[in-house]
Every structure is written in C-alpha cells, then in structure tokens.
C-alpha cells in the first residue's frame, strides 16, 4: 500500500495491535517456559541478546517492538506534516514561474525575470530541504522496522532449529 501525502499516515500502522496481541501471547507462553535457543543457520546470534533464555529473548522481542512502533507513529506523523508543506512550496515555485504568462506586458518581463532569478533559489532550497527531511526521516523509520525484522528472523530460524532437536 503506497501512502500519498494527503494521506494519514497512521492508517500504514493498522497491523500494530495484532502485532502487539501476538507478541502478548508470546510473552505469556515465555512465562511458562524457558529454554536456551540454538544458534541459527550460520552459526552465531547477530540480534538476540540472551539466546540461553527463551523468556529474554522474548523480552527483548517485545522491547524492541514496542520502541519501534512508537518511533514510527511519531516520524509517521511528523513526515505527514512535512508532506503537506510541500505542496504550498510547490505551489509557490508555479506562481512564480508562471508570472511570464502570454499577454503578459513586456515590460515588465525583465522585472519578472529579476524576480524568478532572486526568489527561486531559495524556494527550491527550502523545498529541497523539506523533502530531505522527509527522506531522512523515512529512512530511519525503515532501518529500526529492519532491525525488528532482522530480530524476529533471527528468533524464528532459531525456534526451528531448537524445536529439531
């Protein structure tokens, strides 16, 4: 699902409460039982912190869920306020270039043209600027869900090989 600015962001987080529900239930099953993990394929624990506890590592599993989701309701929300700043911006950069209409009168181009040379530079680099953000915001978003996702491999391939022996 591709989000487009107008567009709640926070709507992109509906899986979070079934998230939450199933890493309960985990925690719950954690309280009753508690085993050492065996390494996953490759040999060695990258993500897991405490792989001789399975309730840790469920612990963490939670914890790491948990500041996830809260990071990315707040950059959710935050990249939506910087979304919708931009289509002013954008507007604002089309005012100005379109102030060479035809009909226009020519004498006042060159005034026109004086004013796109000194206003333009500066629309385009707090556009710029706002879209940066933007992009620096997403990408820190996108690395903490990596890292979560990189942790529930981690586990998963772990429980399997755990589970055959």
Same mark, same amino acid.
């Given at each position: ?6 567009? #709640? ?8 409460? +079934?998230? *939450?529900?199933? +890493? ?6 954690? !309280?009753? =039982?508690? $085993? %050492? ?5 490759? /040999? ?5 912190? $405490? ?5 840790? @590592? *469920?612990?963490?599993? /939670?914890? =790491? ?9 707040? #950059? ?7 979304? *919708? ?5 954008? !507007? ?8 060479? %209409? ?9 005034? *026109? ?8 530079? /500066? &629309? +385009? ?9 933007? &992009?620096? @915001?997403?990408?820190?978003?996108? %690395? ?22």
């Amino acid at each position: 699902m591709r989000a487009n600015p107008s567009q #709640d962001l926070s709507n992109l987080l509906q899986s979070a409460p +079934i998230t *939450v529900s199933v +890493i309960a239930q985990l925690l719950v099953v954690a !309280t009753t =039982t508690d $085993f %050492a993990l065996l390494s996953p394929p490759g /040999g060695r624990f990258e993500h897991v912190r $405490f792989p001789n506890s399975f309730r840790a @590592t *469920v612990a963490q599993l /939670g914890d =790491t869920a948990a500041q996830s989701l809260r990071k990315s309701y707040s #950059d959710f929300d935050l990249m939506q306020r910087r979304c *919708v700043a931009v289509k002013p911006d954008v !507007t604002e950069i089309i005012q100005l270039l379109s102030g060479l %209409a035809p009909g226009q009168n020519p004498d006042s181009e060159p005034e *026109v043209l004086q004013d796109i040379a000194d206003l333009l530079p /500066g &629309l +385009i680099e707090h556009l710029d600027g706002t879209v940066n953000k933007c &992009l620096e @915001t997403a990408r820190e978003t996108h %690395a903490v869900f990596a890292s979560l996702n990189s942790l529930v491999e981690e586990i998963s391939y772990s429980c399997v090989q755990t589970k055959g022996k």
